[in-house]
């Protein structure tokens, strides 16, 4: 079972370290120019999240949540802007993309901003999970990649919070997938849309 975490509203004036409103905003640059390329397909997959608003409120958690370990998830990493964000709280990150030309931008990202941060290209919905979506038009559905699982040697069951994005409509599925295969007292994040951030815990 989940319990939902209220996270304060004011969460938003938490002051951002310089270095951090720095790459945030060197994040959009980046995507900006990825979305703008005319000689490629647009991945529709990727939307970049509010970067500031997750980034105070995965600080506002650590302060203020029991963690069961300091290992860090992300789904779906895109350009791997969490994931390196997370970095910089004391976290060891992992993030799974689906996509290789996302995965590319990511690790060019956490190179050149110097972060410690492994990404893995790979599906990062647990074998089977798929079971749990009552639609399967999901935009988490149907990646044809290796489970990202497989490739690291860990479970969902290893991570003691995990961040996502989803699409709208696909929150509950997240849910149940989360509910279903993370360790008792893990902690999930999810960004849902503009000043949505949501934080569960699973209790039983
Ligand atoms: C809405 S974007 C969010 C990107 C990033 N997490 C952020 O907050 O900026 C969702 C991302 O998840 C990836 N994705 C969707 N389903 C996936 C799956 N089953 N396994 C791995 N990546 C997936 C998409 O390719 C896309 O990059």
Redesign the pocket.
């Given at each position: 079972m989940l319990e939902r975490i209220v996270i304060p509203s004011s969460v938003d004036q938490l002051l951002l370290p310089a270095e951090i409103r720095l790459w945030i905003s060197d994040a959009r640059n980046r995507?900006e120019a990825f979305q703008d390329r005319w000689d490629q397909p647009q991945?529709e997959?990727?939307?970049?999240?509010d970067?500031e608003l997750?980034y105070q409120s995965l600080a506002w958690t650590l302060e203020s949540q029991l963690l069961i370990g300091r290992r860090f998830l992300?789904?779906?990493?895109?350009?791997?802007?969490?994931?390196a964000l997370a970095s910089t709280l004391d976290l060891d990150v992992i993030?799974?993309?689906?996509?290789g030309e996302?995965l590319d931008q990511g690790q060019r990202l956490v190179a050149e901003w110097n972060t410690n941060v492994e990404l893995v290209c790979?599906?990062?919905?647990p074998p089977d999970s798929d079971e749990l979506a009552d639609d399967p038009t999901l935009?988490?559905?149907?990646?044809p990649?290796r489970c990202?699982y497989e490739t690291l040697g860990l479970e969902l069951d290893d991570f003691a919070i995990v961040?996502?994005?989803?699409?709208p409509g696909e929150d509950d599925f997240h849910e149940r997938v989360f509910d279903r295969y993370a360790c008792r007292g893990a902690l999930m994040l999810q960004?849902c849309g503009p000043n949505d951030v949501r934080l569960w815990r699973k209790r039983a």
């Open positions: 995507i991945i997959q990727f939307v970049a999240a970067y997750v992300e789904w779906g990493c895109g350009f791997a802007v969490v994931s993030g799974i993309e689906a996509e996302l790979g599906n990062f919905l935009p988490s559905l149907g990646h990649v990202a961040y996502s994005y989803p699409w960004f």
